[in-house]
């Protein structure tokens, strides 16, 4: 696969790096291993955050910088992982979607960033982090149609299937999913990348039995 990013992305965001994997697995529906470590990590952020405290992590700064950048607001489009960090601050908990994402979600917590992981059977070899135009949308997980425009949106030839806020059901990874590309927008740059990218890929063999892992970073 090659991932590249628009220069018009680059041009409002300098220092954005693209932390990226691929890999076959073998997923499921639920994992209590995984789960007790998930339970570990909401409980940590309970016992040691606010939701106040939130709007000053150096990750989550730096993608509310770069969505005001592209025209965006970052209070009504919240990153991935403020997202996740504000259900368990409000006592909501985490949803139970599949070992996978349960994964990505269990990095993004830890790490602060936001990630997404989507099926790579379902997605075209060429990919690019974009800014999406005028009337652009996409049916999001869970959700109606998300309004796309100005948004940074990873594409393929049929058009955007993710960004650092919401990903879309055409690429949703689900237990039959066997091949997976995952990817970690680090706005802030590439400090801890490659930690937070060892990290996923040891989760990922550990309770998805993945194989041929493939990492990169791109930015």
């Given amino acids: 696969m090659h991932v590249s990013i628009d220069p018009a992305v680059k041009a409002a965001c300098p220092g954005l790096a693209l932390g990226l ?3 076959a697995v073998t997923n499921g529906s639920d994992n209590p291993g995984l789960w007790a470590e998930i339970d570990a990590c909401a409980e940590a952020v309970r016992r040691t ?3 106040e405290d939130i709007a000053k992590l150096p ?5 509310r910088r770069a969505y005001r950048a592209l025209g965006k607001d970052p209070t009504r ?3 991935s992982q403020e997202a996740l960090l504000r259900r368990i601050l409000r006592g909501l908990g985490l949803y139970r979607i ?3 994402v349960d994964i990505n979600n269990l990095v993004s917590i830890e790490s602060r960033q936001s990630l997404g992981v989507f099926d790579r059977d379902r ?3 060429d990919v690019v982090l974009r800014v999406a135009g005028p009337g652009e949308t996409y049916r999001g997980i869970g959700k109606d149609l998300l309004n796309l425009e100005g948004l940074p949106v990873y594409a393929d030839a049929a058009g955007a299937f993710g960004s650092p806020t919401s990903d879309s059901e ?3 990874v689900t237990v039959a999913t066997r091949r997976i ?3 970690v927008t680090a706005f802030g740059g590439a400090g801890d990348l490659q930690a937070t990218l060892d990290r996923t890929a040891a989760l990922l063999e550990r309770h998805a039995q993945a194989d041929g892992i493939e990492i990169a970073i791109a930015g």
Avoid: K, S
Wanted: hydrophobic fraction near 65%.
């Fill in 21 to 23: 994997i691929e890999a």
């Fill in 49 to 51: 955050m606010a939701i």
């Fill in 59 to 63: 990750a989550v700064q730096a993608l």
């Fill in 77 to 79: 489009y919240r990153g």
């Fill in 98 to 100: 599949n070992t996978v």
């Fill in 123 to 125: 997605i075209a070899d």
């Fill in 170 to 172: 055409r690429a949703m």
């Fill in 181 to 183: 590309f995952l990817v």
